[in-house]
């Protein structure tokens, strides 16, 4: 049944019967301000997708999400595989609980039953849905969730194994909290939000009465939309997004001097634009930014990373109340899976340009190539370890890095040729001085800035150069010289 038939009917068509104990004028004394009520229907359709077996949610029809976590499955929901028909008796119909899953969810509760009309002719694997020693549940009774908060926490423990697992943790690490007495990596990331999202003063769960009283009452009774609090970035989508919102920010004639700008020669001008940097809070990524990684150095450089299964992003770590660019000395951090929210993601700019005048800067042809470079500095009183990854004695690779390196070498790419062709030298750069900096005078200037949302800092006479791999943007001419940088060390 397509969800728009069972949106545009006030009452449930024929496969879908509303329960007449189930009327919205009963519980509208009793709703949460903001919230609004479930309907219990009956439902009929087969099972098409798992979504996610461990977390009990099931595509039903194409369309439609069945969600089984709130209810204890007979033989682990042996018969729900692809292709199985099912029908549902006295489910809870909510519309629109989360952004990332379908329009219409149907959520069973305690007093629900699912029927197996047909079992699937498919070839389908059996996914059992196990509510001992399960980390979706677990988290789901002890913070007491409805099931909006429960979809968001499915999917930010879902990004979080994406993130790490399974080169740099493994699974059993995760899910540390249902099988020892000490909480997991994804509970001490999750934990805080968590405990916001459902306060102390909730009512404690009456198991008999949500199954035993003539009026109906459990926590899918009534629901509200959910805005996610927070989200887990891979360190892709991180540096996609902040390169995205440097170039988007980047307005020429505010890196110029107002009263100068209309004095300087060509020399003097374009120099002036040849780099800049942008700083972005976590509070500038909606939703607001987690930040999670391994911290780990670099095989290549020596500098610090932090790295996920996506991507290794240059860090720089700087400690309160002492001067800006102390040297990071405490290796016991190293190899441990950092959770930090209060951090700024710098994003330098590099623009190889030829204006005549300043009155030329809107025209976009007269910049011929422009590249950027992202790199995190974060405090260490705000970096939690919240575990340590599978193999810290030794200090491998990312996996993107051996990648390369199999890859230059079937080439015939040697590290001389890299050096030689790819990192401009200081003849090369020439009236590019944004290419040799050193790491103490780059984070001093962007320390300067002070602890503003979002800053951006003109370039003048500064060079560029904190952190390795910076990523060319826009070759806007084929005849250019070379790249500004490729590595830059």
Known sequence: LPPEVLLSQNSAPSKAEVKPQDLEGSLEDKLTPGSKPSKVVSYKGVVTKVLNARAGLYEIDGSVCLCVA??????????????????????????????????????????????????????????????????????????????????????????????????????????????TTG????????????????????????????????????????????????????????????????????CLPQLLPSIQAQYMNTQELNQSLAWSFLTLDAQDFQPRCVLVGVLRPSSRSGSLQLQDESHSVPCLIVKKDSAPCSQFTDTAYIGSVLQVERFQVVVERFIRSDFPSWKQLASPEYVREKCSRVYIQFSLEDAVSVGLSGAVSRVPQHPMEIQLQSTMSSCGITADHVRSKDWP?????????????????????????????????????????????????????????GRVCEQVT
Not at 217 to 238: N, Q, W
């Open 70 to 179: 709130f209810q204890q499955l007979v033989n682990h929901g042996r018969g729900l595989r692809p292709g199985a028909r099912i029908k549902i008796r006295d489910v809870h119909f909510l519309q629109r609980p989360s952004l990332h899953y379908p329009l219409i969810v149907l959520c069973c509760c305690l007093q629900s039953v699912i029927l197996i009309e047909e079992f699937s002719s498919l070839c389908s694997a059996y996914q059992p849905f196990h509510t001992s020693g399960n980390l979706y549940v677990s988290l789901l009774l002890k913070h007491r969730l409805d099931l909006p908060q429960y979809l968001w926490m499915v999917k930010t423990v879902k990004d979080i194994e994406d993130k790490l697992c399974p080169h740099f943790v493994k699974e059993q690490q995760l899910e540390a909290s249902v099988r």
């Open 183 to 250: 909480p997991g990596i994804a509970e001490k990331i999750l934990v805080r939000v968590l405990c916001s999202l459902s306060p102390s003063a909730q009512r404690h769960r009456d198991v008999e009465e949500e199954i035993a009283a003539e009026q109906h009452r459990c926590p899918l009774t009534e629901y509200s939309a959910l805005k996610d609090p927070c989200e887990v970035l891979s360190l892709s989508r991180l540096r996609a997004c902040a390169e995205r919102q440097g170039w988007e920010r980047l």
């Open 425 to 481: 030298s200081k003849h090369q750069a020439g009236s590019d001085p944004a290419i040799h900096m050193s790491l103490r005078s780059k984070a001093a200037m962007v320390m300067e800035t002070g602890g503003a949302t979002h800053t951006e800092h003109l370039g003048g006479r500064v060079s560029g150069g904190v952190c390795e791999q910076v990523t060319c943007m826009e070759p806007l001419e084929r005849g250019a010289s």
